[in-house]
T-cell receptor, first 114, second 112 residues
Framework: EAEVAQSPRYKITEKSQAVAFWCDPISGHATLYWYRQILGQGPELLVQFQDESVVDDSQLPKDRFSAERLKGVDSTLKIQPAELGDSAMYLC????????????FGPGTRLTVT | LAKTTQPISMDSYEGQEVNITCSHNNIATNDYITWYQQFPSQGPRFIIQGYKTKVTNEVASLFIPADRKSSTLSLPRVSLSDTAVYYCLVGEVNSGYSTLTFGKGTMLLVSP
């Protein structure tokens, strides 16, 4: 069964450093999502791509976060500089299209900022 | 966006049927109701989705009354492995972008 791949699985970084996460969605999935999940809360959508275009980044802290999906396939989420409050699980999900019922989530990247 | 309200936690025993109710009083005409399951240190997993009446799959059933202001996820004969957080989401799924928003979910604990 095809799965969403994410790397790294765990990342520890110091405050003010740059950090990047990578996501490879299920082949053929046009829609890609990045979520942030703080312990004890539900996932919060950061950015949504339809192919290579951003369709929703209203919750993305653009002063420090950036996301790209250059060829409409894999995607990178970057934080620069990292802050203590960025410690969270970063989840990537994909869907065949924005209107489809299911989002398929990857295993996530656990970020700890010290 | 429709806001959802779920119990923070529920307890059950193996073999019992579990019903988790979600309230969504301001659900819009085009909104669907979707449930996800999440185990610790994993991403959420789609369980079921519906618009009205009843939907059943191999994992669960979803009951939606006529006014659609609430919905109930029913898990038949739960096992220890059903211990997880269950999220109820309400939003459009046929528009150009997803409007589904995760809340805090319901933590289900199944005991022997």
């Amino acid at each position: 069964e095809a799965e969403v791949a994410q790397s790294p699985r765990y990342k520890i970084t110091e405050k003010s450093q740059a950090v990047a996460f990578w996501c490879d969605p299920i082949s053929g999935h046009a829609t890609l999502y990045w979520y942030r999940q703080i312990l004890g809360q539900g996932p919060e959508l950061l950015v949504q791509f339809q192919d290579e275009s951003v369709v929703d980044d209203s919750q993305l802290p653009k002063d420090r976060f950036s996301a790209e999906r250059l060829k409409g396939v894999d995607s990178t989420l970057k934080i620069q500089p990292a802050e203590l409050g960025d410690s969270a699980m970063y989840l990537c999900a994909s869907s065949p299209s924005a209107g489809r019922r299911e989002q398929y989530f990857g295993p996530g990247t656990r970020l700890t900022v010290t | 966006l429709a806001k959802t309200t779920q119990p923070i936690s529920m307890d059950s025993y193996e073999g019992q049927e579990v019903n988790i109710t979600c309230s969504h009083n301001n659900i819009a005409t085009n909104d669907y109701i979707t449930w996800y399951q999440q185990f610790p240190s994993q991403g959420p997993r789609f369980i079921i989705q519906g618009y009205k009446t009843k939907v059943t799959n191999e994992v669960a059933s979803l009951f939606i009354p006529a006014d659609r202001k609430s919905s109930t996820l029913s898990l038949p004969r739960v096992s220890l492995s059903d211990t997880a957080v269950y999220y109820c989401l309400v939003g459009e799924v046929n528009s150009g972008y997803s409007t589904l928003t995760f809340g805090k979910g319901t933590m289900l604990l199944v005991s022997p």
